[in-house]
């Protein structure tokens, strides 16, 4: 087993970073030619999938995003806490926090258009994100 970190500093609610470079780069420096990687993002209020990163279908996302749990609804975490990010726990919480990619022949078993994102879903305007790479044979 192979285990890394990856920090993503992110700027605020909505950002989406594309880590397949570096979950790559983590599945070579593990040496696993056949397995699994599995990336997870601690935190509540981010969450990790794949998609194309191509801005079209990004803002696709975020505004499916806002449909699912808008801004301009009350939520009881906001009441209980007054922090304002209630739609940002549920939106983390439909996403998820992790995913698992095959790795054949020491590579992610990605599709052609399709990355690995880290999506910030936090109101606060800066985040450290702490990212993990399990790789496993």
């Known amino acids: 087993m192979f285990r890394t970190t990856i920090k993503v500093d992110t700027h605020g609610e909505g950002e989406i970073v594309d880590l397949t470079p570096r979950v790559a780069q983590a599945v070579a420096e593990s040496g696993v030619r056949e397995g699994l990687?599995?990336?997870f993002v601690a935190g509540s209020t981010a969450a990790v999938t794949t998609i194309e990163y191509e801005p079209g279908v990004l803002s696709d996302l975020s505004r499916a995003l806002s449909v699912i749990a808008p801004a301009d609804i009350p939520y009881a975490h906001d009441a209980?806490?007054?922090?304002?990010?209630?739609?940002s726990h549920v939106r983390a919480a439909i996403v998820g926090p992790s995913i698992s990619i095959?790795?054949?022949?020491?590579?992610?078993?990605?599709?052609?258009?399709?990355?690995?994102?880290?999506?910030e879903l936090d109101v606060r305007s800066r985040r450290?994100?702490?990212?993990?790479?399990t790789v496993t044979d």
């Not at 209980?80 to 739609?87: L, M």
């Not at 054949?104 to 999506?119: D, N």
């Not at 450290?128 to 790479?133: A, D, L, Q, S």
Request: hydrophobic share 50%; charged share 10%; net charge neutral.
């Open 37 to 39: 990687a599995n990336v």
């Open 80 to 87: 209980a806490w007054g922090d304002g990010n209630g739609r």
């Open 102 to 119: 095959p790795v054949i022949a020491g590579a992610l078993a990605c599709g052609t258009w399709q990355q690995i994102v880290l999506l």
């Open 128 to 133: 450290e994100r702490t990212v993990y790479v």
